[in-house]
């Protein structure tokens, strides 16, 4: 095992970097165990009712449709301020079904059913307040961009005691719900957009390269920056997670190709050759085979056997909604996925799933 990442503090600043003990690069990896040999999860979100009645009848009734459906695998949305509702009364009227634990039911649930669960959480995204704690409690925790606007919905990831934070919230699913069968990481980088000009981060680039980032937005040192911070947290949850539960599996998700999402942190080819995930999922969202087939590709080879990689597909996705891709689509898409020699693949989302489309994955999955 060699150590990756040393200790790093910065004049006072409390820039801190874990070492952390990782696989050389090269080094061989242990294949994740899916059922069936083959991950077909989907990103599953939350229960959406709201009381106990109700919710256990959505999850019972997504449960079978899924797995019924071939599906083996559930992506179940987990946030800062469900695990604060379960702790504290005060912010169960924002999450009232922390009240019945609908986290924990569907955990059960799905194992009845033979099908895993993996935590689906964001570290540093989708922090607006009505459904997150950081913002609530930390607004000096906020991302600022190049305009010195602070973000509504994302935190900064180089703040020390922000990662902190975050690692706790992870493993304080992992404690409270020692079944789950692995964490899923929702796009662990910056924001898209010029990300991040917050006190902290501007000192750190005057003590770390000399300069100020917001002086000089464009260097490629504030990129570096960013990867730096980011992986950071994914090594130390590596390290936590090897030592508390070594069975989970550690994924990640992002976009498609040979890492596009470098620049804004988000870097899985480095944890991917050092052995710090199980598997990649990148966001393969297009409504056309050939386009799919093209960037699963290059994805594959940058990924060059370093880490399995389950290919995610969409129903419907930011680039035409409403609008939803046919299930003829999907159903090509999931036969590209195998055969190019994918280790499985993830849709998103069950919010969007509607029957036509579960009926059509389902002669395919069940191959």
Known sequence: MALLWATLVVGGMGLA????????????TTPPKFPD?????????EVR?????????????SVTALREAGFNALFVWGSSLYLAALREEKYVEAVPQAKWDAFGE??????????????????????????AVELREHPEWAAVNA?????????????????????????????????????????PGYPWGEYCFCKFCREAGRRLFGFDFAERPDDPARSHFKVLVCNDFVFRLRQELRRRN?????????????????????????????G???????????????????????????AAGRVPVCLGLAITYSGI??????????VRQVKAARELGAAGIVVFHRYHLREEERAALAEVLRD
């Open 106 to 131: 569907v955990l059960r649930a799905a194992h009845e059913a033979g099908m895993q669960v993996h935590l689906w959480y964001s570290p540093w995204l989708y922090k607006q307040k009505y459904r």
């Open 49 to 61: 009712a709201k009381e106990r009645e109700e919710g256990l009848r959505e999850i019972h009734e």
């Open 17 to 28: 970097v874990s070492a952390v003990a990782g696989n050389p690069e090269g080094a061989e």
């Open 321 to 330: 909604y409403p609008r939803h891709n046919t299930p003829e689509e999907l």
């Open 147 to 187: 305009a010195g606007q602070a973000s509504e919905g994302a935190v900064c990831a180089a703040r020390p005691e922000v990662r902190q934070f975050e690692l706790q919230m992870v493993l304080g699913f992992v404690e409270r719900y020692p079944a789950l069968d692995g964490v899923h990481l929702e796009e």
């Open 276 to 302: 710090m995930l199980d598997f990649y999922v990148p966001q393969v969202y297009t409504t056309r085979t050939e386009g799919f087939q093209q960037r699963a590709k290059e994805t594959l080879q940058a």
């Open 246 to 274: 070594p069975r989970l599996l550690l994924s990640y998700n992002g976009s498609a190709g040979a890492n596009p999402d470098w620049y804004i942190g988000r870097d899985w080819l480095t944890l991917a050759r050092h």
């Open 37 to 45: 040999g083959e991950l077909r999860a989907i990103w599953w979100g």
